[in-house]
């Protein structure tokens, strides 16, 4: 959701700038036309492309020790800095500018609005950059958002980077124990997980944050476990930190308490399903079905998984969801219309956990639907189909397995 967001309001910005612009210049017409050139992402050579990657390399590793060390370290990196962009950007921060100043203050320098759009890709990672960092936003989401502007490829391929530089974060937290009865409802290792790794995808990251803040660290390793990559365990942690400091124990007793009420609800709705299917429940979820189902929502044409999932059955849908990570899971979701994101919704709630080969098969009906959609309708014999090389390659590897 995260890319789709930025490349939408990108495009509309671009878009809504070319014809102020022309409104000036007399040449609406021509220019209207030229604001469709980069519709979602900036169209860069691989050059220009590894260069603005290691921009915002920089600039969010100088954020993160800012926000370990303090505003010295940002000041000193200020005054070491050569970029005009990075400089500037860093002084916004350092003097706590307010977010809805960012833009304009990038266009009143003259570093945004003047240069061809593929030049002014940087400026806007770094807008994007420094909007967060003013929020207090950790270095790994300041990072995936402004290499969303560079593609997916350039987005999944920063996760080793971020790990190296941002994994390695060892937080001595107190335990801060709130009374509550979830810590005891947890399932124990030999039983299924499958309501409460659904109700930690359905409640949202928030939500168990606040929940897991007030729970002993066995609990919240657990949690982590079940539904969690290495980035978002990071990301939780920092969330369940800043929940601690910034939430009252009463209110940190109301998440745990709403959360254990999801949590029993869908209890209570699957124990009369599941039947044998509990016992076959695998303890170790099959992490390449879940990245491959995954990257292939990410990495799907926009309007063809609007398509594909606009006219899949919701119960389809939302068995997916129990095999994806929560970036997916939002992509998914910003793809189809609210009223049909609702009955998906509900088909969720009210599933069972399935086991990893009723969701291989699940997921095997889905990339033939991709392939049904993507496929021309008169194909020419001996022609392969027009597919990116990661979306065959996905495909492939999901429609191979047994």
Not at 120 to 129: D, R, T
Not at 169 to 190: A, C, Q, S, T, V
Request: glycine residues 6%.
């Amino acid at each position: 959701m995260i890319i789709n967001s930025l490349c939408r309001s990108h495009a509309l910005l671009f878009r809504q700038g070319k014809i102020a612009e022309a409104l000036q210049t007399g040449q609406k017409k021509a220019d209207e036309g030229s604001a469709e050139i980069w519709p979602t992402i900036f169209a860069s050579s691989q050059r220009k492309t590894a260069a603005l990657l290691e921009s915002a390399k920089r600039f969010v590793v100088t954020i993160g020790l800012y926000q370990n060390a303090g505003k010295e370290q940002l000041l000193a990196a200020m005054h070491d800095e050569k970029k005009k962009l990075h400089k500037f950007a860093y002084s916004l921060i350092a003097s706590a500018s307010p977010v809805d100043y960012i833009r304009s203050a990038f266009v009143t320098a003259g570093l945004l609005g003047k240069s061809d759009p593929q030049e002014e890709c940087e400026a806007e990672m770094l807008i994007k950059g420094t909007d967060l960092a003013l929020r207090n936003t950790h270095p790994i989401v300041i990072m995936r958002a402004m290499t969303a502007f560079l593609g997916f490829s350039v987005f999944d391929a920063t996760e080793k980077w971020l790990l190296e530089h941002f994994g390695k974060e060892k937080h001595r937290d107190e335990e801060l124990i709130i009374p509550g009865d979830l810590p005891e409802m947890i399932p124990g290792k030999n039983e299924a997980p499958g309501p409460l790794a659904l109700a930690i995808r359905l409640a949202g990251p928030q939500l168990v944050a606040a929940t897991l803040a007030g729970c002993p660290k066995e609990t919240a390793d657990y949690v982590k476990s079940l539904a969690y990559t290495p980035l978002g365990e990071i990301l939780l942690d920092w969330d369940i930190r800043n929940g601690r400091n910034r939430l009252s124990s009463e209110e940190l007793s109301d998440a745990q308490n709403a959360f254990l009420e999801l949590f029993t609800s869908l209890q209570g709705e699957s124990a009369g399903s599941m039947g044998k299917e509990e016992e076959n429940w695998t303890m170790d979820v099959d992490e390449n079905l879940v990245a491959d189902i995954s990257n292939l929502i990410l990495e799907l044409d926009a309007h063809v998984l609007k398509s594909v999932i606009s006219n899949m059955d919701p119960k389809l849908a939302a068995s997916l969801i129990q095999a994806m990570e929560p970036i997916a899971h939002d992509r998914l979701f910003s793809s189809v219309a609210s009223s049909k994101g609702k009955k998906i919704l509900d088909a969720l709630e009210a599933a069972s956990p399935l086991s990893t080969n009723e969701l291989t098969r699940r997921a095997q009906i889905f990339a033939q639907k991709v392939l049904s959609e993507i496929a021309p309708r008169s194909k020419t014999l001996g022609k392969s189909l027009p597919l990116p090389a990661r979306v065959r390659e996905l495909l492939t590897s999901i429609l191979s397995r047994e």
